[in-house]
């Protein structure tokens, strides 16, 4: 038989490895019983957490890292990559204004600020960068993006000429919008907005209802913020003459995604889309054997927007088998067999501790790999 190759397209396993941890991890194992295959690591992410590494992994591209200021204000380490071609930059807000810096138990959404996002754009474009594929997932914000467009040179006045303070709150003195000092280099560079959520910016099913709980809301807080956002939206219609507030994504990251539709160049799609498109993944699949995907948990959620299924989906237009390889499999996932996985395989070897399961996930990684080389070995003969 002639040997096979395996493209290797799994997200990260949060906590335990990085997607480019599990390609080296499925690539060990598959080795030991194909040790002259051809192996093609594509290390994939959603549009959320990792999706920055994993681009930047499977392109040649670099991390960097950046002080900027935090959803309270305060100066937080924040990262950045670009990719191999030199000209696309990637960013995930939640590394620059995302929930883990903030106080989980004085979490206030009426005050935290999206102007970090704004400063990691910046400094891309600092970089010359010609494009930025943005992540919005996991903010600690609902300021409307406001923040982010201050920190671009956008300027927000109340009625009396003084400038807003930075939050969601400060909205509701919303006046006049100053886009002079607007950052001229915005105007060539185009932003992917990596975002699965449809939501429009206001209302029962906005920014505010929906995801301000999760950020520290009280029902009465959700109320002014919402109020705020609706308020925002009323004067960049007036103003910017652009309708934001009803459009599907708007309200993702607490309005985020109708700041950059009011003040950017911007398209919202798919996070796996986007991913699957600037990682290279349909060309690496030309000559395929077999394709290996995964993620954390895999269960009925699968189904909606996550890695394992767009890959899943793009190698069955190539007619690739895929294998999917989960930390936890969860209920539901006889339905992903009429999606285009054909098998699907657990790595947890027995009952342990959470720590010692992600301490050990390279290994069990490693090990199911192996085994489901065997199982492959074995049909070819």
Same mark, same amino acid.
């Given at each position: 038989?002639?040997?096979?190759?395996?493209v290797l397209?799994?997200d990260?396993?949060k906590?335990s490895m990085?997607?480019?941890?599990?390609c080296?991890?499925?690539?060990?194992?598959?080795?030991?019983?194909f040790?002259?295959?051809?192996?093609i690591?594509? !290390?994939?992410?959603?549009?959320g957490?990792g999706?920055?590494r994993?681009l930047?992994?499977?392109?040649?591209?670099q991390?960097?890292?950046?002080t900027?200021?935090?959803p309270?204000?305060q100066?937080?380490?924040?990262?950045?990559?670009?990719?191999g071609?030199?000209e696309t930059?990637?960013?995930?807000?939640?590394?620059?204004?995302?929930?883990?810096?903030?106080?989980?138990?004085c979490?206030?959404?009426?005050?935290?600020?999206?102007?970090g996002?704004?400063? &990691?754009?910046?400094?891309?474009l600092d970089?010359?960068?010609?494009?930025?594929?943005?992540?919005i997932?996991?903010?600690?914000?609902?300021?409307?993006?406001a923040?982010?467009a201050?920190a671009l040179?956008?300027r927000?006045y109340?009625?009396?000429?003084?400038?807003?303070?930075?939050?969601?709150l400060?909205l509701?003195?919303?006046?006049?919008?100053d886009l002079s000092?607007l950052?001229p280099?915005l105007?060539?560079?185009?932003i992917l907005?990596a975002?699965?959520?449809?939501?429009?910016l206001?209302?029962?099913?906005?920014?505010?209802?929906?995801?301000?709980?999760?950020k520290?809301?009280t029902p009465e807080?959700?109320?002014a913020?919402d109020?705020?956002?609706s /308020?925002?939206a009323a004067?960049?219609?007036?103003?910017? /003459?652009?309708?934001?507030?009803?459009?599907?994504?708007a309200?993702a990251?607490?309005?985020?995604g109708?700041g950059?539709?009011a003040?950017t160049?911007c398209? &919202?799609?798919r996070?796996?889309d986007?991913?699957?498109?600037?990682?290279?993944l349909r060309?690496?699949?030309?000559?395929?054997?077999?394709?290996?995907?995964?993620?954390?948990?895999?269960?009925?959620?699968t189904?909606?927007g996550k890695?394992?299924?767009?890959?899943?989906?793009?190698a069955?237009e190539?007619?690739?088998?895929?294998i999917?390889?989960s930390?936890?499999?969860?209920?539901?996932?006889?339905i &992903?067999?009429?999606?285009?996985?054909d098998a699907i395989f657990?790595?947890? !070897?027995r009952a342990s501790?959470?720590?010692?399961?992600?301490?050990?996930? !390279?290994?069990n990684m490693?090990?199911?790999c192996?085994n489901?080389?065997r199982? &492959?070995r074995?049909?070819?003969?």
């Amino acid at each position: 038989m002639s040997m096979p190759v395996f493209v290797l397209a799994p997200d990260s396993f949060k906590e335990s490895m990085t997607a480019r941890e599990v390609c080296l991890a499925m690539e060990a194992g598959l080795r030991k019983v194909f040790p002259h295959a051809e192996y093609i690591h594509v !290390p994939m992410a959603d549009g959320g957490e990792g999706t920055a590494r994993s681009l930047v992994d499977a392109s040649g591209g670099q991390m960097f890292s950046v002080t900027v200021t935090g959803p309270e204000g305060q100066p937080v380490l924040a990262e950045y990559g670009i990719m191999g071609d030199g000209e696309t930059a990637v960013i995930e807000m939640a590394s620059a204004s995302g929930l883990q810096h903030t106080c989980r138990s004085c979490r206030n959404p009426l005050v935290t600020t999206t102007y970090g996002t704004g400063e &990691l754009i910046r400094a891309c474009l600092d970089r010359n960068i010609k494009k930025v594929i943005l992540g919005i997932g996991g903010s600690a914000t609902n300021d409307g993006g406001a923040g982010m467009a201050e920190a671009l040179g956008v300027r927000f006045y109340d009625e009396a000429g003084n400038s807003l303070s930075r939050g969601g709150l400060a909205l509701t003195k919303l006046h006049h919008i100053d886009l002079s000092g607007l950052d001229p280099r915005l105007s060539a560079v185009e932003i992917l907005v990596a975002c699965d959520v449809t939501s429009p910016l206001c209302g029962p099913h906005g920014a505010s209802v929906v995801f301000g709980p999760q950020k520290g809301a009280t029902p009465e807080m959700v109320s002014a913020l919402d109020a705020a956002l609706s /308020h925002y939206a009323a004067v960049i219609s007036q103003t910017l /003459h652009k309708d934001i507030a009803n459009v599907p994504g708007a309200g993702a990251a607490g309005g985020l995604g109708a700041g950059l539709l009011a003040f950017t160049v911007c398209q &919202l799609r798919r996070g796996i889309d986007i991913v699957i498109e600037y990682s290279g993944l349909r060309n690496k699949l030309v000559n395929a054997s077999y394709c290996f995907t995964g993620e954390g948990c895999i269960d009925f959620q699968t189904r909606v927007g996550k890695t394992p299924l767009g890959v899943a989906h793009t190698a069955k237009e190539m007619q690739v088998p895929v294998i999917a390889v989960s930390g936890l499999i969860g209920d539901g996932t006889e339905i &992903l067999y009429q999606e285009g996985i054909d098998a699907i395989f657990g790595i947890i !070897p027995r009952a342990s501790d959470i720590e010692e399961l992600l301490r050990n996930g !390279p290994q069990n990684m490693q090990r199911t790999c192996e085994n489901i080389g065997r199982l &492959l070995r074995l049909s070819d003969k």
